[in-house]
């Protein structure tokens, strides 16, 4: 085991000379923290970039030119092992909201001139001292709800800016216990184990087995958040299941924790057939995959804190529905 505290000072140190450079000043930070075949995955319309410009041009520079005064204002930030790979590769993830004026259209989405949040999860690969790979998720959709755009039907869950825990203690900038680690990853594997045996629809039995009472569940923007397993059921589990069939699960790209903290993330994680109903959709003969990040805070013996991203504008755009295209349509009009 390591203290990973190399990994994190890199990752921090990355960050902020990112966060400080600005136009043409940011493919040669990201040429200095990263290898020669970086590989950068991102949500729909981004998805994957190979090598510094790439991601420069196609990520970076636009919302930097949308979003100007940034601040990252990061909740959660742990390193680790990854499970999948046999704890072969080191691993950092940070959490958290990206806070800007939205001064300039991104993405088609019409500039606010206001603070606009960008909620985002980012997972680091670290090989020799430098950035190897990434995954960022970012919810774009939220981005369209603080501009004032309703791009889907009401969703099941609440719609808000998402807080960090509630313990206030998920910045892991110093070593943790590796028992404390091990914990975490234990009690996730089983929460994962109970949920693809039964198609990703526990019962509140199984659900009580690795979750507390007051558990929350931080979705993204058109699915909503919801409070208590109860509600979970209700305002989550129960719509996906009965809008989703023949959900398939097929693993993570990585999975690791980290003291009270762990999470994982897919490409893709699930696949399944819409049936009608989820997101307004109708029924479909084609299958769509859902490319997910879930983030936990453990409390004790069991799982207090859920943070969920979900490419949801790629699950969408599988089945013929161009969320920015049809945005862009309307405000030309």
């Not at 001064?103 to 500039?111: F, H, K, M, S, T």
């Not at 001292?129 to 939220?142: K, M, N, P, Q, Y």
Request: a negative charge.
């Amino acid at each position: 085991m390591t203290d990973f505290q190399a990994s994190k000072a890199l990752v921090l140190n990355f960050h902020a000379a990112l966060d400080a450079a600005a136009g043409p000043a940011l493919p040669e930070v990201l040429r200095q923290y990263t290898t020669a075949d970086y590989h950068w995955r991102g949500m729909h319309p981004f998805y994957e970039q190979r090598g510094a410009e790439a991601v420069a041009a196609v990520f970076w520079e636009p919302f930097r030119r949308a979003f100007t005064a940034l601040q990252r204002r990061p909740d959660v930030f742990f390193a680790g092992r990854n499970d999948v790979d046999g704890f072969q590769t080191e691993w950092v993830c940070s959490m958290g909201h990206l806070l800007g004026l939205f001064d300039e259209d991104w993405l088609g989405i019409p500039a606010t001139g206001k603070m606009g949040f960008l909620r985002y999860a980012e997972f680091n690969r670290i090989t020799a001292g430098r950035i190897s790979e990434t995954a960022l998720f970012c919810d774009v959709l939220g981005v369209m709800q603080q501009a004032g755009l309703q791009p889907l039907p009401a969703q099941t869950g609440a719609a808000l800016i998402t807080p960090g825990p509630r313990t206030h203690d998920g910045l892991l900038l110093g070593p943790q216990d590796p028992a404390a680690g091990a914990q975490t990853l234990g009690l996730i594997n089983r929460m994962v184990t109970d949920l693809t045996s039964d198609s990703l629809h526990s019962t509140q039995d199984t659900l009580a087995a690795t979750w507390h009472d007051d558990m929350i569940w931080f979705g993204p923007a058109g699915i909503g958040a919801t409070y208590t397993r109860q509600r979970y059921e209700e305002q989550h589990q129960g719509p996906f299941s009965a809008g989703l069939a023949d959900i398939r699960f097929h693993g993570h790209i990585c999975r690791l924790a980290e003291g009270h903290y762990g999470g994982f993330f897919g490409w893709a994680n699930l696949t399944m057939q819409p049936r009608g109903g989820f997101l307004g959709l109708p029924a479909s003969a084609t299958r769509a995959e859902m490319r997910v990040v879930d983030i936990y805070r453990r409390a004790g013996d069991k799982l207090a804190e859920n943070w969920i991203f979900i490419d949801l504008l790629h699950f969408l755009a599988m089945q013929g529905l161009d969320v920015l295209g049809r945005m862009r349509r309307i405000n030309r009009r």
